[in-house]
């Protein structure tokens, strides 16, 4: 079993920041990578910063520049710096991992259950 616990969203006005964290607990043998997806009212959800094997970055257009994806190995934690925000980024947010448990099975897409992020113009 793997659990994954997110935390840190909120209420914020344009040009604020939050930072989330996510932390993963369990069976785990590895993580192989972690991020951040998110998903406004209607429409798809979308990558919004992962973290593959610790070292390679990626980020959703929308984003670059403004948010920065860090993971702290020892405490399976991932953190996503969200500055200059902005009200179309608004959104729940969701931590996303892959993982190889203890057991030595993969699991692909694992997802937490989400955190409210909400930006007043």
């Known amino acids: 079993q793997v659990q994954l616990v997110e935390s840190g969203g909120g209420l914020v006005q344009a040009g604020g920041s939050l930072r989330l964290s996510c932390v993963a607990s369990g069976s785990i043998f590895s993580i192989n990578a972690m991020g951040w997806y998110r998903q406004a009212p209607g429409q798809q959800r979308e990558l919004v910063a992962n973290i593959i094997s610790g070292v390679r970055t990626k980020y959703g257009d929308s984003v670059k520049g403004r948010f920065t994806i860090s993971r702290e190995n020892a405490k399976n934690t991932v953190y996503l710096q969200m500055n200059s925000l902005k009200p179309e980024d608004t959104a729940v947010y969701y931590c996303?991992?892959?993982?190889?448990?203890?057991?030595?099975?993969?699991?692909?897409?694992?997802w937490g259950q989400g955190t409210q992020v909400t930006v007043s113009s």
């Open positions: 996303n991992v892959d993982v190889t448990t203890t057991r030595g099975i993969t699991l692909h897409d694992y």
